[in-house]
């Protein structure tokens, strides 16, 4: 008989129940890969399937709370460099290479929300977060062409493009890993700054 046996009998304690097995969840992420099985999941936290699944509502409920603490991590990791006081292209850099340092780090947890999505037809949660990092580069680059006396209306779609484009690269590197973060980092931001016609091997002393 499935029986979690810690006790769980008010609001606090099933909090930190759920919170316990979400760590356990993502440290077998982590230790597995990204293709850990929900069982594998329940085994972590000492319990079973059922008893996973009272506490996340279901398999969708817990792999969107997974989604949502990677989100959140590396939603920060992503925006903070946005708050430096940078160059233009200085500010473009340290943004893609925290994306990119991100997935470095994680790429287990990165893996697996790619490749498993919750069932649901709404936006989730790699959807939500583009449209968030998005949102607020978007913020800069408005800030950015208005002190430079340029057209500001250029700020929304050159966010959702940039973020678009490190997205789907990173997508890609984490899987193939062919050349160094340093060096994919150097090729997109010579890329997003010189635009196709420009964009030229960046040399060592750029990557």
């Given at each position: 008989?499935d029986?979690d046996?810690?006790p769980?009998t008010?609001?606090?304690a099933?909090?930190?129940r759920?919170t316990q097995?979400l760590?356990?969840a993502?440290?077998?992420?982590?230790l597995v890969?990204p293709?850990?099985?929900m069982e594998q999941?329940?085994?972590?936290?000492?319990?079973?399937?059922?008893?996973?699944?009272r506490h996340?509502?279901?398999?969708?409920?817990?792999?969107r709370?997974?989604?949502?603490?990677?989100s959140?991590?590396l939603?920060?990791?992503?925006?903070?460099?946005?708050a430096?006081?940078a160059?233009?292209?200085?500010l473009l850099?340290?943004?893609v290479?925290?994306?990119v340092?991100f997935?470095?780090?994680?790429?287990?947890l990165?893996r697996f929300m790619?490749q498993?999505p919750p069932d649901?037809?709404d936006?989730?949660?790699m959807?939500?977060?583009v449209?968030?990092i998005?949102?607020r580069?978007?913020?800069?680059?408005?800030e950015?062409?208005?002190q430079a006396?340029?057209?500001?209306?250029a700020?929304v779609p050159w966010?959702y493009?940039?973020?678009g484009l490190?997205h789907?690269?990173?997508d890609?590197?984490?899987?193939?890993?062919?050349m160094?973060?340093?060096?994919l980092v150097s090729?997109?931001?010579?890329?997003?700054?010189?635009?196709?016609g420009?964009?030229?091997?960046?040399?060592?002393?750029d990557?």
């Amino acid at each position: 008989m499935d029986i979690d046996r810690r006790p769980t009998t008010g609001p606090e304690a099933r909090a930190e129940r759920r919170t316990q097995l979400l760590d356990a969840a993502v440290d077998a992420i982590r230790l597995v890969g990204p293709g850990v099985t929900m069982e594998q999941l329940a085994n972590a936290g000492g319990v079973t399937k059922p008893i996973l699944y009272r506490h996340f509502g279901d398999r969708d409920g817990l792999i969107r709370a997974i989604a949502e603490r990677f989100s959140d991590d590396l939603l920060s990791t992503v925006t903070t460099p946005l708050a430096t006081d940078a160059t233009a292209r200085e500010l473009l850099r340290s943004t893609v290479d925290s994306y990119v340092g991100f997935i470095d780090r994680e790429p287990n947890l990165y893996r697996f929300m790619v490749q498993h999505p919750p069932d649901r037809r709404d936006i989730g949660p790699m959807g939500s977060l583009v449209d968030l990092i998005a949102q607020r580069v978007a913020l800069v680059a408005e800030e950015r062409l208005r002190q430079a006396g340029r057209d500001s209306g250029a700020a929304v779609p050159w966010a959702y493009g940039i973020v678009g484009l490190v997205h789907q690269a990173g997508d890609w590197w984490v899987d193939d890993q062919t050349m160094s973060r340093d060096t994919l980092v150097s090729y997109l931001v010579s890329q997003l700054w010189d635009g196709l016609g420009g964009a030229q091997v960046p040399s060592t002393a750029d990557a």
